[in-house]
């Protein structure tokens, strides 16, 4: 058991250590810091925005990661550029359809029926926090997926 385990570790490191980047400037460093800790898999699985990225990178240098401030810019570009928020399907709370609001907020549909009342009777959300008018839903759901949620 001990050497099957081991083994497996000696297969899936190098595919982990290889992780195809895109191209761009960046890159290398991106590839050099990122896979110091842990594999550089893990530090590009999020897809967030700018701002994100940056809550990201300074978790990280409060890890430890040390960094030039011109070689933290150009992470953080490559980052925000490769991958962005924008992969992440989004809603708009004030028109999606009830079938939208529940699969893509993950709600109930006796929860979107409240939502949907709501925005008929108030006219539109302007911003994260009218959504804590709809009372049928934890406010908490909306922040883990405001990402996710645009008011137009
Ligand atoms: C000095 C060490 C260090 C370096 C360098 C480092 N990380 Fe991390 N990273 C950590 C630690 C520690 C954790 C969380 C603890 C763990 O492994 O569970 C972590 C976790 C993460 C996570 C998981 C989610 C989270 O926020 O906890 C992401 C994403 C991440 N790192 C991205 C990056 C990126 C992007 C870079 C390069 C810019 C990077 N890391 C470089 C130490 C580091």
Request: hydrophobic share 40%; proline share 4%; with cysteine.
């Given at each position: 058991?001990?050497?099957?385990?081991?083994?497996?570790?000696?297969?899936?490191?190098?595919?982990?250590?290889?992780?195809?980047?895109?191209?761009?400037p960046g890159?290398?460093?991106?590839?050099?810091?990122?896979?110091?800790?842990?594999?550089?898999?893990?530090?590009?699985?999020?897809?967030?925005?700018?701002?994100?990225?940056?809550?990201?990178?300074?978790?990280?240098?409060?890890?430890?990661?040390?960094?030039?401030?011109?070689?933290?810019?150009?992470?953080?570009?490559?980052?925000?550029?490769?991958?962005?928020?924008?992969?992440?399907?989004?809603?708009?709370?004030?028109?999606?359809?009830?079938?939208?609001?529940?699969?893509?907020?993950?709600?109930?549909?006796?929860?979107?029926?409240?939502?949907?009342?709501?925005?008929?009777?108030?006219?539109?959300?302007?911003?994260?926090?009218?959504?804590?008018?709809?009372t049928a839903?934890?406010?908490?759901?909306?922040?883990?997926?405001?990402?996710?949620?645009?008011?137009?």
């Amino acid at each position: 058991m001990k050497t099957a385990v081991s083994l497996l570790a000696a297969f899936a490191f190098p595919a982990l250590l290889s992780a195809q980047l895109p191209e761009g400037p960046g890159k290398e460093e991106t590839m050099k810091q990122c896979r110091t800790c842990h594999e550089v898999a893990r530090s590009i699985s999020p897809r967030q925005d700018r701002d994100g990225w940056i809550g990201t990178m300074n978790k990280m240098v409060a890890f430890g990661m040390k960094t030039s401030d011109a070689e933290y810019a150009l992470i953080l570009d490559y980052l925000a550029k490769h991958y962005p928020a924008e992969d992440v399907p989004r809603v708009n709370v004030n028109t999606a359809s009830a079938a939208e609001l529940e699969s893509i907020l993950n709600l109930r549909r006796s929860q979107v029926k409240e939502l949907i009342a709501y925005r008929e009777k108030n006219g539109a959300f302007k911003k994260l926090e009218d959504l804590k008018n709809v009372t049928a839903i934890d406010f908490a759901k909306f922040e883990a997926k405001k990402d996710r949620i645009l008011f137009q």
